[in-house]
């Protein structure tokens, strides 16, 4: 007659409330053993009878403390084991090969769940293309993986890696001729035996490029992929329908009060220097130098002929204004304010992307081309500097007609101008220009980098430009006769 004593961790099918109840095989009257709570550890294991009608799981509430010694007694026999842990001590055979009771016929006894607990088992992860237990082919120790394609352990990878990634070989020393012998034990002691050895047994040293190689790979998939993402959001981000219809809108208010359009090229007219008396190049450059009381002078001749066009080019900067619903809808004291405050800006951002650096000229009002010293010696001074260098770094921008567009009504609807009574209502409609405006530039997908704000500094630019002009107009009034002064002019620049 024999039972078994089989700890906690045997897991069986159960009844009641919080047991165990654990059966072995061959025994004819059928009998269990019970693990009873007696003082602090299980207390000793008892043979008693199994009726198979009424089973009782047995109470496993407490548990050996380190200390204390237990044992297993048998039906029969000497106890079997005798440590902290008596199932480590025996194979899971001896518990598979019994035979399985009449009363519960359906149930087989499982113990694989408990192979995490032998020790060779609590190693790391040995991959499955390795047989067990196989060996460094360097070291003899215990191998982890196929790695620069021999099987080695992890200490002999590294090492190998360190050696080829840095070019560490060069400096490495035997200290006996060259003929140490490397084992697990004796590897640290002589590196350049054991980067022999790795060479010797098949270790690749060009994997460590085909690693450089995989690298660059990837880092190429990740740009390529942050590319797509970029795109994915560049398309999301083009305009609504809504945005388009404000575009074309825009745009067609801008082409049809841009003096001859896209044909400027052809239908300008360079000021000669009868018409004008236009600096010499030594002259122009010597006067950017020097800070001489001359230079401050108006030349009447040269700004009687600016005056010619002035009054056309305001009139069509009103004209693009009042083609704007959002404009039209403001009060009459806040479209006065506006137009008042952009008239020059918008003025100035016209010549300037008429710019051509073959002639370096501006072309005002879309028929009179003049160069950078023409338009100083005419009144602007060196608002005239500002106008030219806005010209030539548009120049690199390439805008179309609805950039342009857009970028006037921005500049129009600038919700800041001192007096306005709508400030809210027309930052919103501003902000609906902006964000139209984002979307367009987006669908352009220019080339130049970071394109929409550099394009937005331009507005800087231009405010600037506005304000050093309403300090020159002043300079203006006290050097040129009242009656060179055409009225639009006075009325949109005097306060």
């Given at each position: 007659?024999?039972?078994?004593?089989?700890?906690?961790?045997?897991?069986?099918?159960?009844?009641?409330?919080?047991?165990?109840?654990?059966?072995?095989?061959?025994?004819?009257?059928?009998?269990?053993?019970?693990?009873?709570?007696?003082?602090?550890?299980?207390?000793?294991?008892?043979?008693?009878?199994?009726?198979?009608?009424?089973?009782?799981?047995?109470?496993?509430?407490?548990?050996?403390?380190?200390?204390?010694?237990?044992?297993?007694?048998?039906?029969?026999?000497?106890?079997?084991?005798?440590?902290?842990?008596?199932?480590?001590?025996?194979?899971?055979?001896?518990?598979?090969?019994?035979?399985?009771?009449?009363?519960?016929?359906?149930?087989?006894?499982?113990?694989?769940?408990?192979?995490?607990?032998?020790?060779?088992?609590?190693?790391?992860?040995?991959?499955?293309?390795?047989?067990?237990?196989?060996?460094?082919?360097?070291?003899?120790?215990?191998?982890?993986?196929?790695?620069?394609?021999?099987?080695?352990?992890?200490?002999?990878?590294?090492?190998?890696?360190?050696?080829?990634?840095?070019?560490?070989?060069?400096?490495?020393?035997?200290?006996?001729?060259?003929?140490?012998?490397?084992?697990?034990?004796?590897?640290?002691?002589?590196?350049?035996?054991?980067?022999?050895?790795?060479?010797?047994?098949?270790?690749?040293?060009?994997?460590?490029?085909?690693?450089?190689?995989?690298?660059?790979?990837?880092?190429?998939?990740?740009?390529?992929?942050?590319?797509?993402?970029?795109?994915?959001?560049?398309?999301?981000?083009?305009?609504?329908?809504?945005?388009?219809?404000?575009?074309?809108?825009?745009?067609?208010?801008?082409?049809?009060?841009?003096?001859?359009?896209?044909?400027?090229?052809?239908?300008?007219?360079?000021?000669?220097?009868?018409?004008?008396?236009?600096?010499?190049?030594?002259?122009?450059?010597?006067?950017?130098?020097?800070?001489?009381?001359?230079?401050?002078?108006?030349?009447?001749?040269?700004?009687?002929?600016?005056?010619?066009?002035?009054?056309?080019?305001?009139?069509?900067?009103?004209?693009?204004?009042?083609?704007?619903?959002?404009?039209?809808?403001?009060?009459?004291?806040?479209?006065?304010?506006?137009?008042?405050?952009?008239?020059?800006?918008?003025?100035?951002?016209?010549?300037?992307?008429?710019y051509d650096p073959e002639s370096e000229t501006l072309t005002l009002n879309g028929e009179m081309a003049v160069t950078r010293g023409q338009l100083k010696n005419g009144g602007l001074g060196v608002v005239s500097d500002a106008i030219f260098d806005l010209g030539v770094s548009l120049s690199s921008f390439n805008l179309d007609d609805s950039e342009v567009a857009l970028l006037q009504a921005v500049i129009l609807l600038s919700s800041d101008r001192p007096g306005l009574s709508s400030v809210d209502r027309i930052e919103r409609c501003q902000e609906e220009f902006l964000l139209a405006f984002e979307h367009y530039i987006h669908y352009r997908k220019h080339k130049v980098s970071h394109f929409w704000p550099k394009l937005l500094m331009k507005v800087t630019d231009l405010r600037m430009i506005?304000?050093?002009?309403?300090?020159?107009?002043?300079?203006?009034?006290?050097?040129?006769?009242?009656?060179?002064?055409?009225?639009?002019?006075?009325?949109?620049?005097?306060?």
């Open positions: 007659m024999m039972n078994f004593c089989i700890p906690d961790m045997y897991e069986m099918p159960h009844s009641g409330n919080g047991g165990f109840a654990v059966q072995g095989g061959g025994f004819g009257g059928g009998e269990h053993c019970m693990f009873q709570g007696e003082g602090p550890g299980f207390g000793y294991c008892d043979s008693q009878p199994l009726h198979h009608h009424h089973l009782q799981p047995p109470c496993m509430e407490q548990t050996w403390p380190p200390s204390q010694q237990f044992s297993c007694a048998f039906a029969s026999g000497p106890p079997a084991f005798k440590n902290e842990f008596c199932s480590r001590d025996v194979p899971l055979s001896h518990f598979q090969h019994q035979q399985q009771p009449e009363f519960f016929p359906e149930i087989s006894p499982d113990f694989a769940h408990l192979q995490w607990m032998q020790g060779e088992n609590r190693k790391g992860y040995i991959p499955s293309y390795l047989d067990k237990d196989e060996l460094c082919v360097v070291c003899g120790d215990k191998a982890t993986g196929y790695h620069y394609r021999c099987i080695t352990c992890e200490g002999c990878k590294g090492f190998f890696r360190r050696t080829i990634q840095k070019n560490l070989n060069p400096t490495y020393a035997c200290k006996y001729e060259g003929n140490c012998v490397i084992d697990k034990v004796t590897r640290n002691q002589c590196q350049e035996c054991r980067f022999k050895k790795c060479i010797a047994v098949g270790m690749a040293t060009d994997c460590d490029k085909r690693l450089a190689k995989r690298k660059l790979i990837e880092e190429n998939r990740q740009r390529r992929r942050k590319e797509e993402l970029q795109k994915t959001v560049w398309d999301r981000q083009e305009p609504t329908q809504e945005e388009w219809d404000l575009i074309r809108m825009v745009t067609d208010a801008h082409m049809t009060t841009n003096a001859q359009g896209n044909h400027w090229k052809q239908k300008r007219k360079f000021l000669s220097a009868a018409g004008v008396k236009e600096d010499k190049p030594e002259d122009i450059g010597q006067a950017s130098m020097v800070n001489t009381p001359e230079e401050n002078k108006v030349d009447i001749e040269a700004f009687s002929q600016f005056t010619k066009i002035i009054t056309p080019a305001i009139t069509r900067v009103v004209d693009f204004a009042k083609k704007l619903p959002m404009f039209c809808d403001l009060p009459c004291e806040d479209q006065i304010k506006l137009l008042k405050g952009c008239c020059m800006e918008i003025m100035s951002l016209r010549a300037a992307v008429r506005g304000a050093c002009h309403a300090s020159r107009f002043l300079h203006m009034k006290v050097e040129c006769p009242t009656e060179l002064f055409p009225p639009l002019f006075l009325e949109v620049f005097e306060d």
